[in-house]
């Protein structure tokens, strides 16, 4: 079974810097099957980006996916106000993984 | 639009069963694998269990294999989970979950909001 580690735990951030997640699987996996989601408090998930770089439909271009074999990384360029939430990674091939999730909370 | 809305959610105790059920609406139902997520309270997302777009094929979580059930109705436009033998541990919110294609590997492109299952006595 493919394990996601996600770092760091908790990034503490101001608007207008740049954010930087890890997402690191216990083997090498298809980049075409890595996703990124976003978790706002009291609601769901949302997709950001699928296939490791390619953003979801209304997702605005400050977020950013990239990576390949076990290491993977979004990136929001400059932090909104809207942007301070969970994210969490997922392998979406056979064992539909999910990383324990990145806070980015406001600094 | 795509919606979908999740019903059935409960306290129940432990040992207990429950369906829930998922009415979805805005894009053609039977062309999309569908899922199943949870979320322990305070805690991070849980796949549970898979289908593909017929009903043919289904994948559950070792967690849950044996004791929970995904299915579908095509004709209504529903995906359910039947859930049996309740522990504390499958207390969660339980969001429905589009594929984006018909079977796996498929990405989550769009969620309800989720029902919230509490197994308690």
């Known amino acids: 079974e493919i394990v996601l580690t996600q770092s760091p735990g908790t990034l503490s951030l101001s608007p207008g810097e740049r954010a930087t997640l890890s997402c690191r699987a216990s083997?090498?996996?298809?980049?075409?099957?890595l996703a990124w989601y976003q978790q706002k408090p009291g609601q769901a998930p949302r997709l950001l980006i699928y296939?490791?770089?390619s953003r979801a439909a209304g997702i605005p271009d400050r977020f950013s996916g990239s990576g390949s074999g076990t290491d993977f990384t979004l990136t929001i360029s400059r932090l909104e106000p809207e942007d301070f939430a969970v994210y969490y990674c997922?392998?979406?091939?056979?064992?539909?993984?999910f990383g324990q999730g990145t806070k980015v909370e406001i600094k | 639009e795509v919606q979908l809305l999740e019903s059935g959610g409960d306290l129940v105790q432990p040992g207990g069963s429950l369906r829930l059920s998922c009415a979805a609406s805005?894009?053609?139902?039977?062309?999309?694998?569908m899922s199943w997520v949870r979320q322990a309270p305070g805690r991070g997302l849980d796949w549970v269990s898979s289908?593909?777009?017929?009903?043919?094929?289904?994948w559950h979580a070792d967690s849950v294999k044996g004791h929970f059930t995904i299915s579908r109705d095509n004709s209504k436009n529903t995906l359910y989970l039947q859930m049996g033998s309740l522990t504390a541990a499958d207390t969660a919110i339980y969001y429905c979950?589009?594929?984006?294609?018909?079977?796996?590997?498929?990405?989550?492109?769009?969620w309800g909001q989720g029902a919230l299952v509490t197994v308690s006595s």
């Open positions: 979950v589009k594929g984006n294609t018909r079977s796996r590997p498929y990405y989550f492109d769009s």
């Open positions: 805005g894009f053609t139902f039977n062309s999309y694998a």
């Open positions: 289908i593909t777009d017929d009903g043919g094929d289904t």
């Open positions: 083997q090498s996996v298809s980049s075409s099957y």
């Open positions: 296939g490791a770089s």
């Open positions: 997922q392998h979406y091939g056979d064992s539909r993984t």
